[in-house]
C-alpha cells in the first residue's frame, strides 16, 4: 500500500528517524498498566516499537487514510484501531475503567488539548509521553520563575512528576516542521489526590495566568475574594512566582475564606 500523504489541516509531520521512534517507545516503563494508546500514529513509525512491548498496544487515530494503512500493514493491531477524535472520545468505550498509558507523536495543533484532556482522565492514566512543539514540551516542564511557567505547567505538575527528555530536529520529518520538536514524559504522582477543590484550583489557575503580569491581588479580583484574605502575603507576587504547591495552599486558603 502506497505511503500515506501528510495533511496539513491535521497537523501531521511524519517521522522518519528509527531511532527516534524506538527511543520514543523507550520511555514508557509500563509500570501499573497493561494497555497503551498511541495517539496519531500516522503510518506506524511508533507503533512498531510499541508492538514489541509486553503490553497490549492501542491506537487512535482520525485519518481515514491512515487508519486504512496500519489495518493493511500491522495485523497485530487487528481490532485495536479506533478511527476516532480522542479529544471527543469516550475512551472506556475501549478501556472500561482500566489503567492505561498515552504515548504519540502528537499533531501540534492539538497537543495542549491532548494534555488537558489526559488531566482528565489522569485517574487512569499514570504514565504519559511523547513528542510535542519544543515550547510546548518546555512549557509543560517548566518551573516557577520561568517566563514560560504557566496555567499548563501547575496543573499537569499538580498531578504529575513532569520531564523534559530530548529535543528533535526538523529534518526528521516529512514534511518537516518550521520548530524543533522535544520528547517529555509525565509520571502519575502516588499520591496526586489534591487536599482542595480541584475545579476551584482550575479557577485559581486559569484567572491568575490571564494576567500574569499583575500582582495575585489583582489577577484575582473576579473571584472576589475577602478583604482579610487579600492581605495575605502571597497575593503580592506575580503568578509566575507561586509553585505548583503554593498554587494548591492558595486554593485551600481561598476555600476556607469563601466570602
Request: hydrophobic content about 30%.
Given at each position: 500500500m502506497e505511503k500515506v500523504k501528510a495533511k496539513k489541516h491535521l497537523g501531521q509531520h511524519f517521522l522518519k528517524d528509527e531511532s527516534i521512534a524506538k527511543a520514543i517507545a523507550d520511555t514508557l516503563n509500563l509500570e501499573g498498566y497493561d494497555d497503551v494508546l498511541e495517539i496519531g500514529p500516522g503510518m506506524g513509525v511508533l507503533t512498531?516499537?510499541?508492538?514489541?512491548?509486553?503490553?497490549?498496544?492501542?491506537?487512535?487515530?482520525?485519518?481515514?487514510?491512515?487508519?486504512?494503512?496500519?489495518?493493511?500493514?500491522?495485523p497485530?493491531?487487528?481490532?485495536?484501531i479506533i478511527s476516532k477524535d480522542f479529544l471527543k472520545y469516550n475512551i472506556n468505550e475501549v478501556f472500561d475503567g482500566k489503567q492505561f498509558a498515552i504515548i504519540g507523536n502528537f499533531p501540534y495543533n492539538i497537543s495542549t488539548q491532548i494534555?488537558?484532556?489526559?488531566?482528565?482522565?489522569?485517574?487512569?492514566i499514570p504514565e504519559f509521553s511523547g513528542m510535542f512543539q519544543k515550547e510546548v514540551a518546555e512549557r509543560i516542564c517548566s518551573k516557577k520563575g520561568s517566563k514560560v511557567y504557566g496555567i499548563l505547567s501547575?496543573?499537569?505538575?499538580?498531578f504529575y512528576d513532569v520531564e523534559y527528555l530530548f529535543t528533535v530536529d526538523e529534518t526528521v520529518f516529512?514534511?518537516?516542521?518550521?520548530?524543533?520538536?522535544?520528547?517529555?514524559?509525565?509520571?502519575?504522582?502516588?499520591?496526586?489526590?489534591?487536599?482542595c477543590s480541584e475545579k476551584l484550583l482550575f479557577t485559581v489557575v486559569k484567572t491568575a495566568f490571564q494576567q500574569?503580569?499583575?500582582t495575585m491581588r489583582n489577577s484575582l479580583k473576579s473571584l472576589n475574594l475577602s478583604d482579610n484574605l487579600r492581605e495575605d502575603t502571597i497575593f503580592d507576587l506575580r503568578p509566575e512566582q507561586l509553585s505548583v504547591e503554593q498554587f494548591i495552599e492558595l486554593t485551600q486558603k481561598i476555600e476556607a475564606n469563601a466570602v
Open positions: 512498531k516499537y510499541l508492538l514489541e512491548k509486553p503490553i497490549t498496544t492501542y491506537v487512535i487515530e482520525i485519518d481515514t487514510e491512515s487508519v486504512a494503512y496500519l489495518d493493511a500493514n500491522y497485530k493491531l487487528k481490532d485495536k494534555v488537558f484532556r489526559t488531566l482528565e482522565y489522569r485517574n487512569q501547575v496543573l499537569a505538575q499538580a516529512d514534511p518537516p516542521p518550521k520548530v524543533k520538536s522535544g520528547v517529555m514524559r509525565m509520571r502519575r504522582k502516588e499520591n496526586y489526590t489534591l487536599p500574569r503580569r499583575k
